[in-house]
């Protein structure tokens, strides 16, 4: 009786020795498991004078190279467009040059695709700075941006900002025969 109880008195312990070590090294990969990344999407008032625009990047991390695609898809478009203008909010502190910039007729990816230009739209781009450090760019396509079923995408190839946050740029269209400008739409960038 007395080498059964300590047959199982040892058994217990080596179950001990191999249980707990087990236990230990497979509680990291269990975290892994549950370890999910927080989505936030920042969306407006749908009622509000807002309109919520697609946008794609390529990267969205701080100081990295990124492709980033404004789109306007024919919803966005109600009559053939002269020009189009982009303002970038005041902290969006990134590098850019007109021949970084590019504006095309693209297909918009999806699951099983991926977005890219399928043609190049002549235009004459022009970056403006005011007094008060508001930047924004003016796009003048060679011919009108027409209303049709095409989508189109302003495509800027830069480094992302040093700080991350979210980056709200605002579009504004000339339409033919108006003289001033109306709004598109807006975009918001995420930056992590």
Known sequence: MLKKTKKIALNLKILRCLLIPTLLVSTPIFNKIQEAKAGLEFQW??????????????????RFRNT?????????????????NLA?????KSTLKNE???????????????TKCLENIPA???????ESGLRSLDIYPYSPIPSNKDSYAIV?????PKKSGLYQFHSFGQ???KSSSSYLGSWTIVID
């Open 45 to 62: 008032d749908q009622d509000s004078g807002h309109r919520r625009l697609k946008w794609f990047q390529k990267e969205n991390k701080k």
């Open 156 to 160: 800027f190839k830069i480094f992302n």
């Open 124 to 130: 004459d781009f022009e970056i403006k700075t005011d």
């Open 100 to 114: 970084k910039i590019s504006f095309c007729k693209v297909k918009i990816g999806g699951f099983d695709s991926r």
């Open 68 to 84: 980033i695609y404004f789109f306007l898809r024919p919803s966005d478009r109600r009559t053939d467009l002269l020009k189009v």
């Open 88 to 92: 970038f909010p005041k902290t969006f």
């Open 175 to 177: 339409s033919k025969g």
